[in-house]
């Protein structure tokens, strides 16, 4: 399947294989940092980072290696304390707020290496997320026992033939569905990816494109950050591009590959195919 084929493609298929309602987020959230900062000593890893990102978007975030993306989502989600800076969710401050509270506010995140429960089964990783967070608080439509819920996500991430299987013999793609259906359990309405493209072929790039299209239709808030970039441009809505910690460029994916800095510093001479207007 061609990654121009993708977006067409899922907006037919049906994502819940269950009559009835299908499950979504109730109410729409926003996610905005405000001058976060980050300090190792004397490195600044992320200097005064801002942006906003509301429910049925997708921000993507690009740059090199060492441009302080994963430090970001680390301040974000409450794993790294900012140096200085404010995170708010749904205008309320959350900066202060603990890992676990956050999730539960209704923000998720997946990481660049698979990272699944591998003793259990996959039914028994989406179970979990079903169990820790609260999607019958910040999503309708969703079965009323854990179990059920699951099952509907097993569908829905297309691993509901893997459902017995122990996760950690699993392949790199079924991993990460596994990680995206493992992170919608817990009902978030912002949902945070680090590199969900990594290491996928075409092909692969292609079905994770559709997937997360749907996610995003269901009104979930996305950050992405991503390498591949002929996958994110056709993703994002907006792009934000960090460099040494700061803020390059933010705009449209339209606007950032004729961006004649963004291209000497991270794209390259050849610079990447334009996506479609």
């Known amino acids: ?144 026992s854990p179990e059920t819920y699951a099952e509907q996500l097993l569908d829905f991430v297309n691993l509901a033939n893997k459902r017995n299987w122990l996760a950690d013999p699993l392949g790199l793609l079924d991993k990460k569905r596994l990680m995206l259906g493992s992170a919608l359990a817990t009902g978030p309405r912002v949902l945070l990816l680090d590199e969900p493209f990594g290491g996928l072929n075409t092909h692969e790039i292609g079905v994770t494109l559709e997937l997360l299209w749907r996610i995003r239709d269901l009104g979930v808030a996305v950050v992405c950050i991503e390498h591949v970039m002929r996958a994110l441009t056709r993703l994002a809505d907006r792009v934000l591009v960090m460099h040494h910690g700061r803020a390059l460029f933010q705009g449209t994916p339209q606007d950032m590959v004729g961006d004649q800095t963004v291209i000497d510093v991270y794209l390259g001479t050849q610079g990447v195919p334009r996506p479609p207007v």
């Open 1 to 144: 399947m061609s990654l121009a084929g993708s977006e067409a493609s899922s907006r037919a298929a049906d994502p819940w294989s269950e009559a009835g309602e299908a499950p979504r987020v109730a109410r729409s959230a926003e996610l905005e940092a405000r001058s976060v900062r980050k300090d190792y000593g004397g490195l600044r890893a992320v200097a005064d980072i801002s942006f906003r990102v509301c429910g049925g978007e997708i921000l993507g975030i690009v740059g090199p290696n060492g441009a302080g993306k994963t430090t970001l989502f680390d301040v974000i989600t409450g794993l790294t304390k900012a140096t200085c800076g404010d995170v708010l969710f749904d205008g309320a401050s959350i900066i202060a707020t603990s890992v676990h509270r956050r999730c539960r506010l209704g923000l998720a995140r997946t990481f660049q290496q698979p990272t699944v429960a591998g003793t259990l089964t996959v039914y028994e990783n989406v179970l979990l997320g079903s169990y820790f967070g609260q999607p019958r608080v910040h999503w309708q439509g969703v079965a009323d």
